[in-house]
């Protein structure tokens, strides 16, 4: 590997449920570091298969985009595995005690946030809509963003379940995330990156 800060993406499969359904689903987790030290972005089914990933680096924090069980699901056990914290958007409270009731988070994400991990900032945007807490994390040394389950490559994140809206992820999306520049990567929570110009033709007007 070389020493540069750079994203690595780790594909965990599992279920999600919501409303009282369940589906298959594959998840990304992403690494944001350089050989030294890590973030860790959602905490996706298997603990195991993140921590192998990891390679003995330091992780600084497992940050969750939302609280859907798919995205959070392995949180506990990788923060017994690894010491780091993980940081969660209050508004997600709820869905987070649906999975862990007898854990929480450590520290709350909030919108204009700094993390930094490997000398790298890594800012916190909340994009709320897909859930009222759902957060984007804006990597600018980086051109890169990680968006969760708010934007895919093809629009939008689903908004037909609960603690969901769809005129909010819209809106969100336009003012937080359509405003950084176009050769922006978008690495998502499922599925292929995209970039911030694809998505601006696949975005409904507000």
Known sequence: MSSGVRAERVVTSGT????????????????????AEVLIVDAAH????????????????????????????AAAELADATGAPILLHPAERELWETVHPDRK??????????????GTDVRVLHTPGHSWGSCSLHVPSLDAVFTGDTL??????????SYSDAPTIVASIRARLLTLPDGTTVHTGHGQ????????ANTPAA
């Not at 990156?193 to 601006?200: H, Y």
């Open 16 to 35: 999600f449920s919501l409303d009282g359904e369940t589906f298959d689903v594959d998840n990304n987790v992403w690494l944001i570091g350089d050989d």
């Open 46 to 73: 298997d603990a195991a298969a993140i921590t192998s990933a990891v390679a003995g680096r330091r992780v600084t924090a497992i940050v969750c985009t939302h609280g859907h069980d798919d995205h959070i699901g």
């Open 105 to 118: 988070p450590d520290a709350e994400l909030a919108d204009g946030m700094l993390l930094t991990v490997a």
């Open 152 to 161: 895919f490559h093809g629009g939008p994140g689903a908004t037909g379940r």
């Open 193 to 200: 990156d995209t970039t911030i110009a694809a998505e601006r």
